[in-house]
């Protein structure tokens, strides 16, 4: 016969109090803080990434802000160089004591400038400075003088110089003396990078270890003596990420990676923001266990006060538990109201409880929440116009390879814009328009200068490889998924209506209308701006050539557009404009036959 258990006759009630407790009480609340201290302990790990995030992002906002000081020092210079000698340093004036002291001046006018010196035409010059040019720096002027003969600005790799406690990281940065087309000669600067060492050291105070690398992973600088200039940083998981990003590194980014040591690895956490002025890269890093200490003394901190709570709770009152569960039902409020997306939800308790803590420490967490979400959507515009930014900077890179096409791309989509809004084109069109009007002609950075600068007509050879340009323009931004939309206008803005053109002899409607667009305002652009193989035709001229070509290559409606909006005035050219375009109505331009060499080899 089984044993059967006494069955109590009551049961105290103590005990249900007790049971009620740890039912409605204890057991939400140690779920509860278990979620508090994960939504905290995230909270903490971003914080860390956030303060490695501004202090790369402050160190490489320092250095681009003190290489345009330089640069702007140097312009000022090559001014007062200019004026003062007339606009003639060759072999009679370069030593002119003026120019001299100017050069001195100039050294002495910062602390960072350990070096300066001018050179002529002819590579003869005077210089200042503390330091003496070694082997290597040397080899950097003839590179800076080579670039300055071109007209480009130099900014050239980190150098050693001098030794022992005498040694600098010093970098050379220089500016050519242009004066009306013509190479005068060149301003070179040698730049000691000590300011950079000094912010690095501060940095290294906060324990975090700081160093700037180059393009290739190379150490620019630390703030210890622990690496050398020159040597390959890449063996970090941070730096080789920077590296393979290469151009596309335009964003702050933070890394978990290992070091391996031996047998052993040490958990790290990296940051690394590029430098906007020049090809290198602001990197922090800290061993993990240093970096979330306070998550861990959170974790230990968050279990005993757990603890805690449960035993507190188990001998409370009912009065108590009902005073306990109020407020935990508002921060549940609180947090789902969060979880929903609004962060402006507080918790507003008058109790000087854990629970009041912990709804200090909820609201605390919201308020920089909200921060953060505010500050992302700032970042989101700051992209867009750096974006923006990015795409005029690759379309004047592409102009500058021709003195004459000098701010064509912005000209061709200043013209697109003004033809769609004429055409009634809607807001979402127009901004695909804006970018790749802007970079219709990007394919000509892969065209030959040969090809390029020819000063006369094309052979049909060359016009073959000229009319590559298209698609390889469509090629180099096709990888971008953003600039899909863009492709079309790029790649078909040489189409004709009559199945004459490039790259795909496309007819009618089968031409997008992004490119039909484009091809009106690229056609009426290169008509009235200089050519090495044509003069600028009067606007009224290139109008008259363009509506001849409506309907048979050019769109009638995006032609018409821009007939309308040259007659209203809204499109000025100052050069070779002979008469208003009020006296001329549109009806009264004869259909003159076309230049074909002008229609057909058009370099835009």
């Known amino acids: 016969m089984p044993l059967k258990l006494p069955i109590p006759a009551r049961i105290p009630l103590l005990y249900v109090i007790l049971g009620v407790l740890l039912a409605i009480s204890v057991l939400p609340m140690y779920f509860y803080s278990a979620q508090i201290e994960t939504l905290n302990r995230e909270r903490l790990k971003t914080n860390e990434m956030l303060l490695q995030n501004t202090v790369t992002r402050s160190l490489a906002d320092d250095i681009s802000q003190h290489q345009e000081t330089l640069r702007m020092m140097l312009a000022n210079l090559s001014s007062s160089i200019q004026v003062t000698s007339g606009n003639d340093i060759g072999a009679q004036n370069i030593q002119a004591p003026e120019l001299r002291a100017l050069l001195e001046n100039f050294v002495s006018s910062s602390n960072d400038i350990a070096y300066a010196t001018l050179l002529n035409a002819d590579a003869k010059g005077v210089s200042a400075g503390r330091i003496e040019p070694d082997a290597f720096l040397q080899r950097e002027l003839e590179r800076a003088y080579g670039a300055a003969r071109q007209g480009r600005i130099y900014s050239g790799q980190p150098l050693m110089v001098g030794s022992g406690k005498s040694a600098r990281t010093v970098m050379l940065v220089s500016t050519p003396i242009m004066y009306g087309g013509r190479f005068l000669g060149m301003i070179g600067s040698v730049e000691d990078l000590q300011f950079l060492i000094r912010r690095l050291q501060e940095v290294s105070r906060t324990g975090l270890m700081p160093y700037v690398v180059d393009s290739e992973g190379r150490l620019v600088t630390a703030a210890t003596s622990e690496y050398a200039t020159g040597q390959d940083m890449t063996h970090f998981d941070i ?147 750096l974006f923006m930014g990015s795409i005029q900077m690759l379309a004047g890179a592409v102009d500058e390879k021709d003195p004459y096409t000098r701010g064509h791309s912005d000209r061709v989509t200043r013209y697109s814009l003004m033809i769609a809004r004429e055409m009634g084109l809607d807001p979402g069109f127009l901004e695909i328009l804006r970018v790749s009007a802007q970079l219709h002609d990007v394919g000509k950075i892969g065209i030959e200068d040969r090809i390029l600068k020819k000063p006369g007509a094309l052979t049909p050879e060359e016009f073959e490889i000229m009319k590559t340009h298209t698609t390889k323009g469509a090629n180099i931004l096709r990888p971008v998924p953003q600039l899909r939309e863009m492709l079309p206008g790029i790649e078909l803005h040489h189409e004709a209506l009559n199945g004459r053109g490039y790259p795909y002899g496309l007819k009618g409607d089968d031409i997008p209308l992004l490119a039909r667009v484009i091809a009106v305002a690229d056609t009426f652009d290169a008509l009235t701006t200089n050519r090495p193989y044509q003069q600028a035709h009067d606007p009224v001229e290139a109008l008259r050539i363009i509506q001849n070509l409506s309907g048979q290559r050019l769109d009638p409606k995006a032609v018409a557009a821009l007939i309308a909006v040259y007659q209203r005035g809204e499109i000025r050219i100052q050069k070779h404009l002979t008469q208003p375009m009020e006296q001329v109505p549109v009806a009264a331009l004869p259909l003159v036959p076309a230049d074909p060499l002008t229609v057909e080899t058009t370099r835009t």
Do not use: C
């Open 239 to 385: 730096v080789r990420s920077f590296v393979d990003e290469g151009a596309k590194a335009q964003l702050a980014a933070t890394r978990e990676f290992a070091i391996h040591d031996g047998k052993s690895n040490t958990e790290m956490l990296g940051t690394y923001s590029p430098v906007a002025a020049l090809d290198w890269a602001v990197v922090v890093q800290k061993p993990q266990e240093e970096a979330y200490r306070g998550i861990f003394e959170m974790q230990r901190t968050g279990r005993l006060l757990a603890w805690l709570a449960v035993f507190v709770s188990v001998g409370l009152s009912i009065f108590s538990a009902r005073r306990i569960t109020s407020p935990l039902e508002v921060l549940a409020q609180s947090s789902r109201a969060i979880a929903r997306g609004d962060f402006t939800k507080r918790v507003h308790l008058k109790t000087r409880t854990e629970i009041g803590e912990l709804a200090t420490t909820f609201n605390t967490m919201s308020e920089e929440l909200e921060q953060f979400v505010e500050d992302l959507k700032r970042a989101a515009e700051e992209n867009k116009a």
